[in-house]
């Protein structure tokens, strides 16, 4: 917002794989969340930040939610610097290794998968229509990529991976019980949540 004169440009904390890889700049894999292109770009965000943490912070409690928010923007970051490395190496196109993005997109799609998680089958409105919400983060995927050319869909997609990855499977686990370590306080999920995160870790094992 201007309000804060920080030392650096945007374009400077932007992330790439080169970067992180190659580089090393690892100031970019964690500012890269928290800088914005544009005022727009940053209020759309917060605003969706705001809509997101309002429903997931009373139930997790604040210490969980802020920590949980930290580890998310590290796994969204990691997450954009392996899509960027598996693409190019899958393609050929290097253009994916050195594409650079900055903004909490990211880690809102993340939080838009743990929501979603937590209200079991809610219809969504996404573009004007009601969508079940195991395909409202998908169609949301789809319909910024269109309507916003210059969008990370790498990013995006990332983001929903990493949600994906808290929600169902035992990482989730894991990152629900250091962080009761590390609070002293429980997170505690809708019952649909713990269902659908254990038959899936019993069908896996």
Same mark, same amino acid.
């Given at each position: 917002? !201007?309000?804060?004169?920080?030392? @650096?440009?945007?374009?400077?904390?932007?992330?790439? %794989?080169?970067?992180?890889?190659?580089?090393?700049? @690892?100031?970019?894999?964690?500012?890269?969340?928290?800088?914005? !292109?544009?005022?727009?770009?940053?209020?759309?965000?917060?605003?969706?930040?705001?809509?997101?943490?309002?429903?997931? =912070?009373?139930?997790?409690?604040? +210490?969980?939610?802020?920590?949980?928010?930290?580890?998310?923007?590290?796994?969204?970051? &990691?997450?954009?610097?392996?899509? !960027?490395? /598996?693409?190019?190496? #899958?393609?050929?196109?290097?253009?994916?290794?050195? +594409?650079? %993005?900055?903004?909490?997109?990211? /880690?809102?799609? $993340?939080?838009?998968? #743990?929501?979603?998680?937590? =209200?079991?089958?809610?219809?969504?409105?996404?573009?004007?229509?009601?969508?079940?919400?195991?395909? &409202? /983060? @998908? %169609?949301?995927?789809?319909?910024?990529?269109?309507?916003?050319?210059? $969008?990370?869909?790498?990013?995006?997609?990332?983001?929903?991976?990493?949600?994906?990855?808290?929600?169902?499977?035992?990482?989730?686990?894991?990152?629900?019980?250091?962080?009761?370590?590390?609070? !002293?306080?429980?997170?505690?999920? =809708? =019952?649909?949540?713990?269902?659908?995160?254990?038959?899936?870790?019993?069908?896996?094992?």
């Amino acid at each position: 917002m !201007g309000v804060i004169a920080v030392p @650096w440009e945007a374009e400077d904390v932007c992330i790439s %794989a080169l970067k992180v890889i190659k580089r090393r700049d @690892w100031r970019s894999f964690i500012v890269s969340n928290f800088e914005h !292109g544009s005022d727009m770009h940053l209020y759309y965000n917060m605003v969706s930040f705001i809509l997101k943490g309002h429903y997931l =912070e009373p139930m997790y409690g604040t +210490a969980n939610f802020v920590l949980l928010l930290g580890l998310l923007s590290a796994g969204c970051s &990691a997450m954009y610097v392996s899509l !960027g490395y /598996v693409l190019t190496q #899958i393609t050929g196109d290097y253009s994916y290794y050195t +594409a650079c %993005a900055i903004g909490f997109s990211a /880690v809102l799609f $993340a939080l838009k998968v #743990i929501v979603v998680c937590e =209200e079991h089958d809610r219809l969504h409105q996404v573009g004007g229509f009601r969508i079940p919400s195991k395909f &409202a /983060v @998908w %169609a949301e995927l789809i319909l910024i990529h269109l309507m916003v050319p210059n $969008a990370s869909f790498i990013g995006h997609l990332g983001g929903i991976l990493v949600g994906c990855l808290y929600c169902y499977t035992f990482v989730g686990e894991f990152i629900d019980g250091k962080l009761y370590y590390l609070t !002293g306080k429980p997170i505690i999920h =809708e =019952e649909q949540f713990y269902r659908r995160r254990s038959n899936l870790f019993s069908s896996r094992f």
